[in-house]
């Protein structure tokens, strides 16, 4: 079960004031549980995990299967936003560090495109997919977002070309709406398997559907167990008590940004694994509550490495921030260092410890140095990382998230600042239908 620790904050802020906070994720948790909130029609996220059938995974594997059968090595997942990072963050959590180089051939590799425009990406990706068996997921909710559409007609026409347009149908799933939608309109006509990304669910909560679970399971991970952790925290989550991990995190992240004016938010790992679970999540509090003036900033380091390039920031500079730990209780792999005859680097009074150990007390001692130099500390327990608890976190962050943009007083399930630089994008590209503000944009440039 996640935990979450808020000792941290405890020279910071007054009981009393946290308590105060307390109440009022009391409310919240109120606001989301009994669904009559802003944004209550994007509900379907909550209880999702207890929803998920067998069939349904089952129907994942088949896809797995079908395309390990043809040889298929590289599956090109196309997505931007909510319709990428969950499966990039769960891919990345789960994945051997080095698996490109060892080249394991258990299941395809599943690589990301359509979440940028730069040509030279798109172009490296050709020259990737020349030399492999390629398939496509493509994940598009409304089906127009540009980034993934520009993607997939290069992605598609590459298949086609190589594969014939029969072959070719075989080898692209798309992830789209039920019925609506450019990519809707086309994965019928072209006779896609097709995977339905639920109305009631919004891109950034949509990693246990199958915008996240197909590419996951394609690139040969447990989404059983990922689902079996997101049901366990629910489970727990669902309990109206100041022990509730999701409700003494939404309230001390509002009380932190209300009482201290603590306006960023870092999320800090220490394992290079997690480095996308902070880009999901930065995703999905920043989209949530970013908006009308308000809301939290979500960054994130990646630690011990951003010590030697953020440290020294987070410790002396403009105190606006606190931070939230990830913190991971057991590492799953072993590496114990040894004692040397000539202690040059003077390093034997750590012989006989383990790796992990010096990053865990790296990890504490950062924590009390950044409480000395005024920056508040929370940290976010889980066990170790795997299908099952990375399952949990991200459940538990959603959830939290809920609360935390009631609390704050804003809808969590809407974005409605992501239109502008669309509108802007296709001004300049002189979209049909945006004449005059083609015309009016110019005038500025
Ligand atoms: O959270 C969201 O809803 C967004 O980030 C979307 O996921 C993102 O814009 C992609 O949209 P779509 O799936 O419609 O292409």
Same mark, same amino acid.
């Given at each position: 079960m996640i935990k979450v620790d808020v000792k941290g904050c405890s020279s910071f802020v007054e009981d009393a004031k946290y308590q105060a906070y307390v109440s009022k994720a009391f409310e919240a948790f109120d606001v989301l549980k009994n669904e =009559?909130?802003?944004? @209550? /029609?994007?509900?379907?996220?909550? $209880?999702l995990p207890c929803q998920i059938t067998e069939r349904e995974l089952n129907e994942y594997e088949s896809v797995r299967d079908k395309w390990m059968k043809k040889g298929v090595d590289l599956v090109i997942a196309i997505g931007i936003g909510g319709s990428y990072l969950g499966a990039k963050c769960v891919i990345e959590a789960l994945s051997h560090n080095f698996a490109k180089q060892l080249k394991r051939k258990d299941a395809p590799e599943v690589v990301f495109a359509g979440n940028n425009l730069s040509e030279e990406y798109l172009a490296d990706l050709m020259d990737l997919a020349e030399e492999r068996n390629v398939a496509c997921i493509v994940i598009s909710k409304s089906g127009t977002t540009t980034e993934p559409a520009v993607a997939f007609r290069v992605v598609k026409q590459f298949i086609e070309a190589r594969y014939g347009k029969e072959e070719a149908a075989d080898r692209i799933v798309a992830i789209t709406d039920a019925s609506k939608g450019a990519l809707k309109t086309l994965a019928t006509q072209e006779n896609y398997e097709t995977f339905v990304v639920p109305d009631n669910i919004g891109g950034r909560f949509s990693v246990l559907t199958p915008v996240g679970l197909l590419p996951i399971c394609v690139a040969g991970f447990d989404i059983q167990a990922l689902v079996e952790g997101a049901q366990d925290a629910a489970k727990g989550l669902e309990i109206k008590s100041d022990k509730n991990p999701a409700i003494i995190y939404a309230a001390m992240r509002n009380c932190l940004f209300k009482e201290l004016g603590k306006s960023t938010e870092i999320l800090v @790992?220490? =394992?290079? $694994?997690?480095t996308y679970v902070a880009e999901w999540w930065k995703q999905l509090y920043g989209e949530s509550e970013g908006k009308e003036g308000t809301g939290i900033f979500p960054a994130s380091v990646n630690n011990t490495a951003d010590l030697h390039s953020m440290g020294q920031f987070i410790q002396e500079?403009?105190?606006v921030m606190f931070e939230t730990v990830l913190h &991971? #209780? @057991?590492?799953?792999r072993s590496v114990v260092i040894e004692s040397e005859p000539q202690d040059l680097d003077q390093l =034997?009074?750590?012989?006989?410890?383990? &790796?992990e150990h010096c990053n865990h007390m790296a990890e504490l001692g950062t924590v009390l140095a950044h409480i000395d130099g005024g920056v508040p500390q929370l940290s976010v327990n889980f #066990?170790? &990382? /795997?299908a099952f608890n990375l399952g949990s976190l991200l459940y538990f962050f959603e959830f939290a998230c809920g609360i935390s943009a009631y609390l704050l007083g804003v809808n969590p399930f809407n974005q409605p600042g992501v239109e502008a630089y669309k509108k802007n994008m296709f001004a300049l590209l002189e979209k049909p239908g945006y004449e005059e503000a083609s015309k009016a944009i110019k005038k500025r440039l």
């Open positions: =009559n909130g802003a944004g @209550n /029609d994007f509900l379907g996220w909550k $209880k @790992n220490y =394992n290079p $694994k997690l500079g403009s105190r &991971v #209780e @057991n590492a799953q =034997n009074y750590l012989a006989g410890k383990h &790796v #066990e170790r &990382v /795997d």
